[in-house]
């Protein structure tokens, strides 16, 4: 079976994930979910597209429990290399977003830096993953997630937005023109970043 284009995209992407420029604010976002989670170590997290593990690895050394879900096995091949050279017994499981094994198991979802939420090619496909995640959490649980924000290609040039903001030998981005309809999600903007209570 072909894989999609996001499937391919992350195969041999996982060693110079970590050097992107939208993937150096790692400690800041986990200061975020801390706030956004009063500190709380007895809950149990998701991360949804975990890839290389940065946040999973990052709040289980504060001590938070998290399982790590992804569908790229090279991503979470990096993300175990990881957790046992910090010596962290994290569970990172190849998993697709829109058809999770969990039900009703976690206090927490995060989904960050998109996480395979806007690379999915149609709405109800991203529909699909809430829902999915959605059947994974406890009742009253938080689900917190990232998605790119569609209205800032419409003020701002992508390509000069990355290039001011990328260093050398991370990926690029070159977009001549925008269909508001068809929002290329290969493009990174400004990202809103949403916290959803479940009830």
Same mark, same amino acid.
């Given at each position: 079976?072909?894989?999609?284009?996001?499937?391919?995209?992350?195969?041999?992407?996982?060693?110079?994930?970590?050097?992107?420029?939208?993937?150096?604010?790692?400690?800041?976002?986990?200061?975020?979910?801390?706030?956004?989670?009063?500190?709380?170590?007895?809950?149990?997290?998701?991360?949804?597209?975990?890839?290389?593990?940065?946040? !999973?690895?990052? %709040? &289980?050394?504060? $001590?938070?429990?998290?399982?790590? =879900?992804? +569908?790229? *096995?090279?991503?979470?091949?990096?993300?175990?290399?990881?957790?046992?050279?910090?010596?962290?017994?994290?569970?990172?499981?190849?998993?697709? !977003?829109?058809? %999770? &094994?969990?039900? $009703?198991?976690?206090?927490?979802? =995060?989904? +960050?830096? *998109?996480?395979?939420?806007?690379?999915?090619?149609?709405?109800?496909?991203?529909?699909?993953?809430?829902?999915?995640?959605?059947?994974?959490?406890?009742?009253?649980?938080?689900?917190?997630?990232?998605?790119?924000?569609?209205?800032?290609?419409?003020?701002?040039?992508?390509?000069?937005?990355?290039?001011?903001?990328?260093?050398?030998?991370?990926?690029?981005?070159?977009?001549?023109?925008?269909?508001?309809?068809?929002?290329?999600?290969?493009?990174?903007?400004?990202?809103?970043?949403?916290?959803?209570?479940?009830?």
């Amino acid at each position: 079976m072909k894989k999609q284009w996001y499937e391919a995209l992350f195969e041999n992407y996982a060693q110079v994930y970590d050097n992107e420029n939208f993937t150096q604010g790692t400690i800041g976002e986990c200061d975020f979910l801390e706030k956004e989670l009063a500190s709380d170590k007895s809950l149990k997290i998701l991360d949804v597209g975990c890839g290389t593990g940065r946040h !999973a690895i990052e %709040l &289980s050394k504060r $001590g938070y429990h998290v399982t790590g =879900i992804d +569908l790229s *096995e090279s991503q979470l091949k990096r993300a175990r290399e990881k957790a046992e050279t910090n010596n962290l017994a994290i569970d990172f499981q190849c998993q697709d !977003a829109r058809n %999770l &094994s969990f039900s $009703g198991e976690f206090d927490v979802a =995060i989904m +960050l830096c *998109e996480g395979g939420f806007p690379l999915m090619e149609t709405d109800e496909m991203n529909f699909e993953i809430l829902k999915s995640v959605t059947k994974s959490l406890k009742p009253h649980a938080k689900f917190i997630f990232t998605t790119l924000n569609g209205l800032f290609p419409l003020y701002h040039s992508i390509e000069e937005f990355m290039i001011s903001n990328t260093k050398e030998g991370n990926a690029t981005y070159r977009s001549n023109t925008f269909d508001l309809t068809h929002f290329a999600i290969d493009q990174v903007g400004k990202r809103y970043i949403s916290t959803v209570s479940i009830f």
